[in-house]
């Protein structure tokens, strides 16, 4: 049998190292995982005694020995020759670990944090068996077994198996441990000439198996304080390790980039999801700290927040709980909560936010905190820009692009638009009297609900901060109006992130590094259909949504932009960026500022912008005339010039005669500009105006 093994043997070996060579990838992951960590020492154990077994399964199997116990004449010499000679052989083996331990290459030498050297001994299986106490113990009994069987031989025959098993150990480790000698040889040429790829792949793929195990253990815990801390304390070490900047970028993307299955997460309560969001704040925030200038950092950052806000999307899609804050809602006191809509009972609950919730506030919306802290990253004009091509990128998503209202009322009863942020219910009367009761759920504040009605219908306006409308019906019938609350989460992210720019850009003293969107301007399109026509507007880069958030931005943070402010030549910038109508209404509102009379370049600015967005005829100038003080009339700070004077500065545009009289109309506005407006509205070219004032007005002007 022995001949027969001996025989075949050759071609066992080469049937194997192809079938291996084929399964290798697979085989490669699957021994990675099985031997990774701790988990090697183990496995070097396992090794020794499944191959000393196995050894001595056959020889005692089949009654192979190497020597007789009868024969006096055992020579113990040669047996000794042999077991020397297998000792000596460890020798190479010796040499090279001296030369592991004495390479020094201070450019390639290290990897991630990784020595390689160190690397490649700890991530291999023999080297771990021949540091175990089995090793030596082997090395021991391969010399006392054979002088306890010559003094003694009428010992077990099973001690020769054991002795036969020990050296034939000590032989296939020799064999290994040479090829891993002439392993580290070859990698050391490729990490002297920087062709060490292969050696790379390895530790990242050994970091991976190991921050996988931290996450799935982090995943079990519920994202607990406890797990957390322990996660991060790790990512910081291992961070700490590696000097070279790029090594650490690579480093984060081989722990953060990868996909999450969304599954996990789907069976998390109201704790644990705040335990989640204040892991990936945690995670940003570690980024953020990170003292690194150069663009990859930021790079990283902006895939990084693509993936996680992908996550956290398909989350939110799929459970509104990922969006929502701890809160109850209260019932109104006193004479608010029980005042009736047209005979109907109506109550009023206004929702009161938990202490933890005011603790939570700066990750409520997740998706503004990972912002935030990327574009504190964001140092030069290129980083700012790839800043304004996420915000873009995010906000063509079409899960942004919901309706603000939605209703269980499949039956048209309920007839309101769904598609604006305040709309209006219009129910019909004889639908409205079957109703006994109404609940009216507010977000953050209380304002009395506004309705009205005529001969037919009631109409109830339906304002952003209305979370909920629950009709109870007198047959026991419930319906629903409720506020898209997934739609208002990615508005105020869209809002927030722009003005994170914008605080950016205001207060940069070098315009060069800082970069504001060049958006198309927004198409308009004549549709005729029949007897009537539709106006069709494509907005492809969402300009009208980016132009309401930076007018009100501008409008929210100053009353009145000149000279004076330093910022200037910046806010001016911004203004440019707003689409045609957003500029012109703000040129507008500050010529005609109340109560400032004062007259500098700023003034020519602004006569340039509202002179280019008005179109040459008469009807077209109107219409956006009046689109321009429709978005004056939504500014919530400031003097407010109202709809009524605005709409007489354009109807008196061509009044010849400019006196006390017609001055009236027009308290506080500054006469110079009001006539500087007025001219610039004018589509009478060949008009002339005639002022008659008195000597106070005079020299107000």
Request: glycine content about 4%.
């Amino acid at each position: 049998m022995l001949e027969k093994l001996i025989l075949y043997f050759p071609i066992i070996i080469f049937v194997l190292s192809y079938i291996i060579k084929f399964f290798w990838l697979r085989f490669s992951i699957f021994m990675d995982e099985l031997i990774s960590g701790v988990k090697i020492k183990i496995f070097s154990h396992i090794l020794f005694w499944s191959i000393v077994s196995y050894i001595y399964w056959v020889c005692n199997q089949y009654e192979i020995l190497l020597f007789q116990t009868s024969d006096n004449n055992l020579d113990l010499l040669s047996l000794f020759s042999l077991v020397l000679t297998i000792w000596a052989s460890f020798g190479v083996y010796v040499g090279f670990l001296q030369f592991m331990a004495g390479y020094d290459n201070k450019e390639n030498g290290t990897y991630l944090g990784y020595q390689k050297m160190d690397f490649l001994t700890k991530s291999n299986v023999w080297y771990h068996v021949t540091n175990s106490w089995e090793f030596f113990g082997s090395l021991l009994l391969s010399i006392v077994i054979p002088i306890i069987v010559k003094f003694n031989t009428s010992v077990d025959i099973r001690y020769q198996y054991i002795w036969q098993a020990i050296v034939g150990f000590l032989l296939i480790l020799f064999i290994f441990l040479l090829k891993f000698s002439l392993k580290v040889a070859r990698i050391t040429i490729f990490i002297n000439k920087e062709t060490d790829g292969g050696l790379k792949d390895v530790i990242q793929s050994d970091i991976k198996n190991r921050y996988n195990r931290y996450f799935n253990r982090l995943v079990k815990q519920k994202f607990s304080y406890g797990a957390r801390e322990s996660y991060f304390r790790q990512v910081k070490m291992d961070l700490s390790n590696i000097d070279n900047n790029t090594d650490k970028i690579i480093f984060l993307k081989v722990i953060y980039l990868k996909i999450i299955d969304t599954e996990l997460l789907d069976k998390f309560e109201d704790r644990d999801i705040v335990n989640y969001k204040y892991f990936i704040k945690e995670k940003y925030d570690l980024i953020s700290n990170i003292d690194f200038k150069d663009d990859k950092l930021i790079s990283f950052a902006i895939t990084l927040f693509k993936l996680d806000a992908q996550i956290f999307d398909k989350l939110i899609k799929k459970d509104t709980r990922w969006i929502e804050s701890d809160c109850i809602f209260e019932s109104m006191g006193g004479i608010f909560n029980k005042k009736p809509i047209l005979d109907v009972e109506c109550n009023h609950k206004i929702k009161r936010l938990s202490l933890n919730s005011y603790e939570l506030s700066e990750i409520n919306n997740i998706h503004i905190y990972m912002f935030k802290k990327i574009a504190k990253m964001a140092k030069n004009k290129q980083s700012n820009s790839q800043m304004v091509h996420l915000i873009q990128e995010k906000i063509s998503q079409n899960n942004i692009r919901e309706n603000y209202w939605e209703t269980d009322n499949s039956g048209g009863a309920f007839i309101f638009e769904k598609t604006i942020s305040t709309s209006n219910l219009r129910i019909s009367k004889s639908y409205y009297e079957e109703i006994e009761k109404i609940d009216v759920f507010y977000s953050s504040y209380y304002s009395e609900i506004k309705y009205k009605s005529d001969s037919n219908n009631i109409y109830i306006s339906l304002y952003p901060n209305i979370l909920k409308i629950e009709f109870h019906f007198k047959d026991g019938r419930q319906y629903y109006i409720k506020r898209n609350e997934i739609r208002d989460y990615y508005d105020e992210y869209e809002e927030n992130v722009w003005n994170i720019l914008f605080d950016k850009y205001r207060d940069s003293d070098n315009l060069s590094d800082v970069f504001l969107p060049n958006l198309r301007e927004p198409e308009i399109i004549l549709d005729s259909f029949g007897d009537s026509d539709e106006v069709i507007i494509r907005d492809y880069d969402n300009k009208i949504g980016y132009s309401k958030t930076c007018f009100k931005y501008l409008t929210d943070h100053f009353e009145y932009i000149d000279n004076n402010n330093s910022q200037f030549t910046n806010l001016l910038e911004m203004v440019k960026t707003m689409s045609a109508d957003y500029r012109g209404a703000f040129a507008l509102y500050q010529l005609l500022y109340p109560e400032n009379s004062n007259w500098d370049s700023s003034v020519e600015s602004y006569i340039e912008i509202l002179s280019e967005v008005l179109p040459p005829r008469k009807e077209e100038r109107e219409k956006i005339y009046n689109d321009m003080v429709s978005i004056i009339n939504e500014i919530k700070y400031g003097k407010s010039l109202g709809s009524e004077v605005l709409g007489k500065v354009f109807k008196t545009r061509d009044i010849e005669l400019f006196d006390d009289e017609f001055l009236k109309d027009f308290k506080g506005i500054p006469k110079l500009k009001l006539i500087v407006v007025q001219s610039i509205l004018s589509t009478n070219t060949y008009g002339f105006r005639r002022v008659e004032l008195q000597d106070g007005w005079e020299k107000k002007i």
